[in-house]
């Protein structure tokens, strides 16, 4: 979560996993461990009661999982791919709801290890399975897969353009690709933005206009967005209050220097995603052949 990236440096598949590796549990403590995404804090339906603001990041990470599965909504049997699965809760979710076959992929190695222990015992657990995998070189067969998604995964790519030419081949014609993305608002100071890169070990966002122009060129059909900034500013807010609430328990876990690093960032951060940053839905289609 405080790896060194800076300005226009994008992070390699392995600096990515190595993010993960070593700080997972701190983005479990001040974003939520029941996944590893945004959470939905403003849902349509009525308010549910929590007892505490982590109580709320997982319910609101469970939520925009169910949202999610069912914006797919893949058909019974058919094989998905999770591109960026996180810990496995919201692969396994999908396969339970849905009744298909998913297949997840990280580059984090204590990512993967989690994902098969909830693997182990869970009722869809056999429909399930989980791997290594580099989202921008991906190792399946072209169309080998009948939908795909990707949460809060692509913006760590190097390569955007890249990952979704990936996802692209290993689909099957009239398959679907759905995917959550930030993208930038207005001009940032350099300080904001690179609160941003270095503590989620991502390049730097862009406009909404390029990603548009990545995902023509890459030869999808635009078939669904919808606008989800809200849940990303207020998970923004919730991180900064959960990183100072919990920052003694930080700083027993991971020690002086690592909370010195972050201190600085996170109110940068804060001001970055509050007024920077818009956060999308988008469900992609390959056309037939």
Same mark, same amino acid.
């Given at each position: 979560?405080? @790896?060194?990236?800076?300005?226009?440096?994008?992070?390699?598949?392995?600096?990515?996993?190595?993010?993960?590796?070593?700080?997972?549990?701190?983005?479990?403590?001040?974003?939520?461990?029941?996944?590893?995404?945004?959470?939905?804090?403003?849902?349509?339906? @009525?308010?549910?009661?929590?007892?505490?603001?982590?109580?709320? #990041?997982?319910? #609101?990470?469970?939520?925009?999982?169910?949202?999610?599965?069912?914006?797919?909504?893949?058909? /019974?049997?058919?094989?998905?791919? %999770?591109?960026? *699965?996180?810990?496995?809760?919201? #692969?396994?979710?999908?396969?339970?709801?849905?009744?298909?076959?998913?297949?997840?992929?990280?580059?984090?190695?204590?990512?993967?290890?989690?994902?098969?222990?909830?693997?182990?015992?869970?009722?869809?657990?056999?429909?399930?399975?989980?791997?290594?995998?580099?989202?921008?070189?991906?190792?399946? /067969?072209? #169309?080998?897969? =009948?939908?795909?998604?990707?949460? %809060?995964?692509?913006?760590?790519?190097?390569?955007?353009?890249?990952?979704?030419?990936?996802?692209?081949?290993?689909?099957?014609?009239?398959?679907?690709?759905?995917?959550?993305?930030?993208?930038?608002?207005?001009?940032?100071?350099?300080?904001? !933005?690179? !609160?941003?890169?270095?503590?989620?070990? *991502?390049?730097?966002?862009?406009?909404?206009?390029?990603?548009?122009?990545?995902?023509?060129?890459?030869?999808?059909?635009?078939?669904?967005?919808?606008?989800?900034?809200?849940?990303?500013?207020?998970?923004?807010?919730?991180?900064?209050?959960?990183?100072? =609430?919990?920052?003694?328990?930080?700083?027993?876990?991971?020690?002086?220097?690592?909370? !010195?690093?972050? %201190?600085?960032?996170?109110?940068?951060?804060?001001?970055?995603?509050?007024?920077?940053?818009?956060?999308?839905?988008?469900?992609?289609?390959? /056309?037939?052949?």
């Amino acid at each position: 979560m405080t @790896a060194d990236v800076h300005g226009g440096t994008a992070p390699t598949p392995d600096e990515v996993g190595a993010m993960y590796d070593k700080y997972g549990d701190m983005l479990a403590m001040t974003l939520g461990s029941s996944a590893v995404h945004i959470g939905m804090y403003l849902p349509h339906e @009525a308010h549910t009661r929590v007892a505490s603001l982590v109580d709320l #990041a997982d319910l #609101a990470q469970d939520r925009q999982t169910e949202f999610l599965v069912e914006a797919l909504d893949p058909a /019974p049997g058919s094989r998905v791919l %999770d591109i960026g *699965c996180g810990t496995g809760a919201p #692969a396994l979710r999908l396969a339970e709801r849905a009744g298909c076959h998913v297949t997840g992929i990280t580059v984090s190695r204590s990512q993967l290890a989690r994902c098969q222990e909830r693997r182990q015992d869970h009722p869809a657990g056999g429909r399930v399975e989980f791997a290594y995998g580099n989202a921008m070189a991906l190792e399946y /067969p072209d #169309a080998s897969f =009948d939908a795909a998604w990707s949460i %809060d995964c692509v913006p760590h790519l190097s390569d955007r353009a890249q990952g979704l030419r990936e996802a692209w081949r290993v689909l099957r014609p009239g398959g679907r690709f759905l995917f959550t993305e930030f993208t930038l608002r207005g001009t940032p100071t350099e300080e904001e !933005a690179n !609160a941003y890169t270095t503590l989620w070990t *991502c390049p730097p966002i862009r406009p909404l206009t390029t990603l548009v122009g990545e995902i023509a060129q890459a030869g999808f059909q635009l078939a669904r967005t919808q606008d989800m900034t809200n849940n990303a500013v207020l998970c923004g807010e919730l991180m900064s209050v959960l990183y100072q =609430d919990r920052r003694n328990e930080i700083e027993e876990r991971y020690g002086k220097e690592a909370v !010195a690093h972050t %201190d600085p960032l996170m109110e940068p951060y804060r001001s970055f995603t509050r007024d920077h940053v818009d956060y999308h839905l988008l469900v992609l289609r390959k /056309p037939e052949d």
